[in-house]
Structures are given as C-alpha cells and as structure tokens.
C-alpha cells in the first residue's frame, strides 16, 4: 500500500511518534504581519506563510493553515494557501486545513471534494468540520475522507467560551451534545488500528473535559500557548486519552518568526513539554 493511501489515523499515530506530539496553526492574521515586519498583503501573506512552512515542515508532525486568513485576499490568497499545502506535504509535514466546513447533502459533498480529493489543489490530510447540523450531515465528508486516506476533525469541545451553551447542552437522550458527537466519531473509528482517522476537536483550556474521549482517533486540542494553556495542563484534560491528544500552537511558535531558526527552536520547546507532560 502507498504512503497515499495508507489512511491518516496510521499516517498521524507515525507522525506524532517521531516528530513529537504538535501542530502548528499558519494563521496570518493582521497583527501577526505587523509583527515580522510584512504588509497586510498578498506579498506580506506569501512571505509569512512559505517562511513558515519551510522552516517546519520537516520537523513537525502536523501544520494547520487557517483557511479563513487567507481567503481574506481573494483568489490570490487561495494561491497562497495552494502552494503552501502543496510545499508542507512534499517537506512532510501532514496537513489539516483547518475550514470548519459544516453543510448538508451536495453542498457538503462540495466541500469535501474541496479538501478530501486528492485531484483538488486543496487537497489535504485532513480537514475541521463542524457536525451542528446533524452529525450525519458529515457523511459526505467521511466518505470522502476514507476513500482518499485522509482524515476529518470535528468539533466537539471548542477551547471558545462561547461554545459550552450548544456543546454541553443536553441532549434528549441525556447526553451532553459533546458526548453525541464524540460517541459518533467513536463508532466511526471502531475496530481501527493503531488510531482511526476521525478525530475531535477538544480544547486544552477546559480545565477538564467531563465526557468520555475514548474515541479511537486524534484528539486536536487547541488552546495552547497564547490562549492560556500549557502543556503540563494536558493530563488533566484528557487523562487516558493523552497519547492521542495532538495539541494545536499557533502565535507561541509564529511570533518568533521570521528568523526560521527561531521558529524551529519554538516549536522544538513545545513538542518537548508534551513530551515531558506525558511521562
């Protein structure tokens, strides 16, 4: 089997084993910009971004564009998200584009067809959706996931405060909406080894979770760094799941750019506080 085609919960699970447990979002944000000394523009978004990825790529297990901020800039924009993805997956890096797509029926197979096939220039590792239209609404995107060996991310526990009135709300089962959603992923990762190719989206600043992580699969665990969690609050939050458990950094590595020894440096120190908080 090719390493194309080899899904991605294997591809991950190798990952995080050699490179060490993190990801590193690309979010060119405006003030970010300002802060390497780039315009807010198309050239300053091309710089920052390729600065990023060649400096990484061949060190971390995962980078995490932020389609959105690159979006912003029209088509050309986009361009830059191309070529970005393109560079990190040559350089080795696994990407998850971090979109957050949530629709129904064809509009959802759209979106799938935008990241999970690989004759897409968009096409990535693995994407972030969102199941709150139905988790079944996502069928398009799992289906498509797996047939190109790649993954899916959904929401489930958001680091966002805001997220707890729909995320912890219960269901008429009894269930926390979260629980829905994690024992959905669960079933869909059944049976799967070493780690299942659908994982969830649970942030590391929740203090603790409260519901069952058990799901077979990678759990993306924003909030790290500028958010206000730390690595060595990791086990308190995922407890067993903790190998798993692949938190997501973003302005704690960027803001040491543009020097790329720095950025390297950064994220080197993050992996190895996960590393530590794990043993």
């Known amino acids: 089997m090719s390493t194309e085609q080899e899904p991605f919960g294997a591809r ?13 979002g690309i979010d060119p944000h405006a003030s970010l910009l300002a802060e390497w000394g780039v315009g807010d523009d198309v050239a300053g978004l091309e710089r920052f971004t390729m ?11 995962v980078l995490k564009p932020q389609s959105a901020f690159f979006e912003r800039f029209g088509s050309r924009g986009v361009a830059v998200l191309e070529r970005a993805v393109a560079a990190a997956r040559q350089a080795g890096a696994l990407v998850l584009m971090d979109a957050k797509r949530g629709d129904i029926g064809s509009t959802m ?4 067809a935008t990241y999970l096939d690989p004759s897409s220039p968009l096409f990535s590792d693995a994407v972030t959706v969102s199941p709150y239209l139905g988790f079944g609404s996502l069928r ?9 060996g790649a993954g899916v991310f959904v929401l489930a526990l958001t680091s966002n405060p805001e997220g707890a009135e729909v995320q912890r709300a219960t269901a008429a089962d009894g269930r926390p909406v979260a629980q829905v959603v994690l024992d959905a992923i669960a079933e869909e990762n059944d049976g799967t080894a070493p ?10 600043t929740l203090g603790r979770a409260g ?13 790290v760094g500028a958010q206000g969690a ?19 950094v973003s302005r704690g590595v960027l803001r040491h750019g543009p020097d ?3 950025l390297r440096a950064a994220a080197r120190r993050y992996a190895d506080e996960v590393r530590q908080a794990g043993q």
């Open 12 to 24: 991950l699970r190798r990952a995080m084993d050699t490179r060490g447990q993190l990801c590193v």
């Open 51 to 61: 600065t990023t990825v060649e400096a990484l790529a061949e060190q971390v297990a």
């Open 109 to 112: 197979a759209a979106y799938a």
């Open 140 to 148: 398009p995107a799992l289906d498509a996931a797996r047939a190109a």
């Open 195 to 204: 780690l299942g190719s659908v994982g969830a989206v649970v942030g590391a």
């Open 211 to 223: 519901v069952n992580l058990a799901v077979n699969g990678p759990l993306l665990a924003p909030g």
């Open 230 to 248: 730390t690595p060595a609050d990791l086990p308190g939050v995922f407890g067993a799941a903790l190998a798993n458990v692949l938190p997501s």
């Open 260 to 262: 790329a020894a720095a």
